[in-house]
């Protein structure tokens, strides 16, 4: 800002350069002595989590170990956005046709909160759901986890601690008074789903046909 003459910083990076544009702005931030030396505004457009997690959608599961393996680059684009201390905007293009929505830096910040998941890795179902669905059968009943239990009430807000940084939230603490969901219960819930999207096209189909005989 000094050497510039601006009074306000503001980083702009879309795709690969909001990677870029987080840890820049996560490096000025931990080098600056004082707030007023560092980035004023983060803007992180339509980024990824990690170079792993968008390249697995469009080349298969071996993009992730391939690359940290040939190129040993650190891509986490979730770490270096969550423990930037300033203000910052993530955009995000759920149609996006590059850059799958489960890949994108917003499911990746959702991921790290909501399960400490910091990987972003494509899922698979366990067995008995994947077994299940192949033969056209609801998701096991006996498989659903149950919901967690209520947290004692929060000291503060609302919220969470991401590790380092605090983000002004209480630790634990999730609307509707419940504890973090688990990701077996995220995988029935989603797998729940599934089923009853299949439901509804047989019964789209069998409509269909209906009215054309009709």
């Given at each position: 800002?000094?050497d510039?003459g ?9 795709s ?6 987080a ?14 030396a ?14 792993g ?17 040939f ?8 770490q ?47 067995r ?8 056209g ?9 149950p ?30 008074g419940?504890?973090r ?17 299949r439901?509804?096209r ?8 209906g009215g054309g005989?009709?």
């Amino acid at each position: 800002k000094r050497d510039c003459g601006v009074p306000k910083v503001i980083l702009h990076g879309e795709s690969i350069g909001g990677l870029s544009a987080a840890k820049a702005a996560k490096a000025l931030s931990d080098s600056s002595s004082s707030a007023e030396a560092g980035v004023d505004l983060l803007i992180v457009d339509r980024s990824f989590a990690s170079l792993g997690a968008v390249a697995q959608y469009l080349v298969g599961g071996w993009a992730v170990p391939g690359l940290r393996l040939f190129t040993g680059w650190d891509t986490d684009a979730v770490q270096a956005y969550l423990v930037f201390p300033g203000p910052k905007l993530l955009c995000s293009d759920p149609d996006d046709e590059i850059i799958a929505e489960p890949g994108s830096l917003k499911t990746g910040v959702a991921l790290f909160l909501e399960l400490g998941d910091a990987r972003a890795l494509r899922p698979h179902p366990p067995r008995e759901y994947a077994l299940n669905e192949l033969l056209g059968l609801r998701p096991p009943g006996d498989k659903a986890p149950p919901l967690p239990a209520s947290p004692p009430p929060p000291t503060a807000r609302s919220g969470v601690v991401v590790p380092g940084r605090p983000l002004g939230r209480a630790q634990g603490f999730r609307p509707g008074g419940r504890g973090r969901v688990s990701e077996a219960q995220v995988v029935h819930f989603c797998q729940c789903l599934r089923w009853i999207a299949r439901q509804a096209r047989q019964a789209g189909k069998a409509g269909g046909q209906g009215g054309g005989q009709g």
